[in-house]
């Protein structure tokens, strides 16, 4: 009953007119995002949170503000996979599989509103899996000390490369990058300077926005120059849409899917280092086994459409949950918002839902807000969103790429920031050419600072003895579960991993 | 071959990395680990995926051609003078020549990419600055 008071309370705190205006801002700003190619909900969050940051919200309305992007840009995301067989973002590649069959044989809008019917009941679903899990994960993270915390930090960087990169040495290496990179800077507990070689910029540290812009969207851009990818994909001719709504008989047909892979994805969500591209993966490949008798899957079958919108969404929330309640992102997005409660000394983890319960619970009563505005943007209103596909990238990325300058110039003013900015940016071309996960370095660099000091508060409580590290029977089984998550993909790995990107687009958006 | 350069870069900047951190001053008020320890973890672990890399290298990537590449070198370049330009010349004109520039390399026509260029900055400047109230970078004409 407890949990209801605190939604209850999250409503009356979501429904202020400015935070409605935010959630349907985001919302259509995020539809946006993941339709079209080239930028996703972690690039798409990026560049917007110095904008939220420096027009001065509070906590809760950025948070409702970008989490509405995140939810809209896992609806949009569809919409050019179904129409052009292009995703919009990482997690709408299994959606290519069976929509654009569906729009091939004259049912673009069908396969349009189901999928959006879908995203709806997984992204509910999943929101109401938060509600019920995120305080039971609490209860246990209440438990955690300063070595627990650190086993917990490390689970999340073994387990992170298992599904966002082919090769473990290569998302370790960006692990270490970003955790090397978070030591720059004054350190916190002796005052003196670390890796600065005296450039006064460097004392404050680097700003893990910065970071975060340069390596997700501006690398982006380079991406584009180097194939001179300037054109649309899409001409008048392949988005018209037709028939709007599905016939019943289909939703019927779909049901049971929907509710069977929104519990599969929410799963894979909370699951570390997975994100919504697996939730969506594992819930059509689950899907294609279990009711896929007559072999229509691939060859535009509703169920095959339904499938991975439902699991993405739900993955969405479920990545939400350790995010919230442990303070451990486990995917790129994620891990954007979790840069949105740092840059707003809001530390999240088991005190959040005791301290700022109602930056939690009204950010909760929004996502619920949020999805039906997305089911009413994407349903009737579809055909505005379809219409941004034709927007060419010659004219998008320029307009990325100064939106990204504003908004880090807003929050320092400094050219210094900007030039920093670009180095993330060619390193992260750099890095994306050689197959190294960016989402690692960008959890190095969030997660850097607070991984030492529970490391040294560990150490220093227990006067120096490194053991206590493996002391109690919870840091023992977090251990273990993260070294069984670093192994298991060394063997089978690669075998999922290539079904996965065999749909794989060259110019996609970063893995989530 | 990529790889095993990238591993060997790797690991040349895991041994800097190791080396400053030998040079972190210690203070007199220190805990106990102090600030190197973690530092020198951190470099471990670069230099053991490092040569891990170098000596298992995946299959070559595919890279630009040199023009292509050429193309990002310039386009880090115009984006350097851009940040470096700002706060001398003002955002609206500054941003209008960076945005027109890439968009000319993303394959428009002169006219349309002056076009986007100028759309662009005056685009970003009515609704963050005048709508929103955002702080941008102002210029000797005060735009």
């Known amino acids: 009953m407890d949990t209801f008071a605190s939604l209850a309370d999250g409503f009356a705190i979501a429904l202020t007119w400015q935070n409605l205006a935010l959630a349907l801002l985001g919302c259509f700003l995020g539809t946006i995002m993941g339709a079209l190619p080239g930028l996703g909900p972690s690039n798409g969050v990026a560049i917007l949170i110095p904008l939220a940051f420096t027009l001065g919200l509070g906590a809760t309305p950025s948070l409702i503000l970008l989490t509405s992007v995140y939810y809209g840009a896992m609806y949009g995301g569809r919409i050019s996979s179904i129409l052009l067989n292009i995703p919009g973002d990482e997690p709408a590649m299994m959606t290519c599989l069976d929509g654009h069959p569906m729009a091939l044989k004259g049912q673009p809008g069908e396969a349009l509103s189901l999928s959006g019917i879908a995203s709806f009941v997984g992204a509910f679903f999943a929101t109401w899996g938060l509600i019920l899990l995120a305080p039971q994960l609490v209860k246990i993270a209440l438990l955690f000390g300063p070595a627990e915390y650190f086993a917990l930090f490390t689970l999340a960087f073994m387990t992170l490369g298992g599904v966002s990169s082919t090769n473990q040495a290569k998302s370790a290496f960006a692990a270490a990058l970003g955790l090397g990179l978070a030591t720059i800077g004054v350190d916190t507990q002796t005052g003196v300077p670390r890796f600065t070689f005296g450039e006064v910029h460097l004392y404050d540290g680097l700003d893990f926005l910065v970071a975060i812009v340069g390596l997700f969207a501006l690398s982006e851009v380079f991406i584009f120059l180097e194939n001179r990818h300037g054109g649309s994909d899409a001409d008048a001719t392949k988005i018209k849409i037709g028939k709007l709504y599905p016939p019943m008989s289909m939703i019927k047909q779909t049901t049971p899917t929907m509710l069977r892979t929104s519990v599969l994805g929410f799963l894979a969500g ?171 370095v960008i959890l190095g660099t969030l997660l850097g600072n607070s991984m030492e000091n529970n490391l040294r508060r560990a150490i220093s409580i227990d006067n120096g003895d490194w053991f206590t590290l493996i002391d109690t029977p919870l840091a023992l089984t977090l251990w273990a579960i993260g070294i069984i998550g670093f192994i298991i993909p060394l063997f089978i790995g690669g075998k999922v991993k290539k079904q996965m990107h065999e749909k794989r687009d060259e110019e996609g958006s970063i893995s989530d | 071959m990529s790889d095993r350069i990238f591993g060997l870069f790797g690991l040349l900047l895991s041994i800097g990395f190791a080396l400053a951190a030998f040079q972190i001053e210690e203070s007199f008020l220190s805990d106990i680990v102090g600030p190197k320890a973690f530092p020198l973890i951190i470099a471990t672990i670069l230099g053991i995926s490092s040569l891990v890399i170098a000596l298992r290298p995946d299959p070559e990537p595919t890279w630009p051609s040199l023009l292509r590449f050429v193309e990002i070198v310039a386009a880090a370049v115009v984006m350097i003078i851009y940040a470096e330009a700002l706060p001398e010349i003002g955002f609206v004109v500054a941003t209008a020549f960076a945005a027109a520039y890439m968009s000319w390399r993303l394959g428009s026509k002169p006219l349309e990419a002056i076009l986007v260029g100028v759309g662009t900055s005056v685009g970003i400047y009515v609704i963050f600055h005048l709508a929103l109230g955002l702080s941008l970078a102002r210029g000797p004409w005060g735009f």
């Open chain 1, 270 to 440: 909370v699951l570390p280092g997975a994100g919504a591209s697996l939730g969506s993966f594992i819930s059509y490949s689950m899907e294609k086994r279990l009711v896929d008798k007559e072999g229509t899957f691939g060859k535009g079958d509703p169920r095959g459409v339904a499938a991975p919108e439902a699991g993405n969404n739900a993955a969405a929330g479920g990545a939400l949950v350790p995010m919230l309640a442990l303070g451990v992102p486990g995917s790129g997005t994620t891990a954007v918002l979790l840069a949105v409660l740092l840059s707003l000394n809001i530390t999240p983890g088991p005190l959040l839902f005791t301290q700022n319960p109602d930056v939690v619970w009204g950010l909760i009563a929004a996502l619920f807000i949020a999805n039906f505005m997305l089911l009413a943007l994407n349903i009737p209103m579809v055909g505005i969103f379809t219409r941004v596909l034709m927007i060419p990238s010659r004219v998008l990325m320029p307009i990325v790429a100064m939106v990204s300058f504003v908004g880090i110039y807003g929050i320092s003013g400094s050219s210094f920031d900007l030039l920093v900015m670009i180095g993330f940016g060619v390193m992260g071309w750099v890095l994306r050419k050689l197959d190294v996960p960016l989402v690692p």
